[in-house]
């Protein structure tokens, strides 16, 4: 499924065998926020129990909304048995995940 907003943020998930892919594109902030939560929920709802890969190589900008949103995922996705991991994480959001301690939660970030 493919999806957008008024604020340019979009996404699309694939599937492949072992995991529902997420690629966001645009900035994750507090307008584009429940639009990504739209695609995780779209994410998560692929597989029993979900098994996510969200690839940011697309996402330039994250503010504490669009990490608020992941962590939200992160608690849905283990609560239900499964897991969530990140790709493609630009330095920026890196070094974003690292100061909050995040970096710890999500592989491979």
Do not use: Y
């Not at 699309?12 to 507090?30: C, F, I, Y």
């Not at 929920?41 to 909304?65: H, I, K, N, Y």
């Amino acid at each position: 499924m493919r999806s957008a907003d008024r604020t340019g943020f979009s996404w699309v998930v694939t599937q492949s065998d072992d995991a529902a892919v997420l690629r966001p594109a645009g900035d994750l902030d507090l307008a584009s926020k429940e639009e990504f939560r739209n695609g995780l929920a779209e994410a998560m709802s692929c597989l029993r129990p979900p098994s996510v890969v969200v690839d940011l190589q697309e996402v330039p900008f994250c503010d504490s909304s669009g990490l608020n949103t992941l962590i939200w995922a992160a608690n849905t996705v283990e609560a239900a048995g499964g897991s969530i991991r990140l790709c493609g994480v630009p330095p920026r959001l890196t070094r974003l995940l690292h100061l909050t301690g995040l970096d710890k939660r999500f592989c491979n970030a």
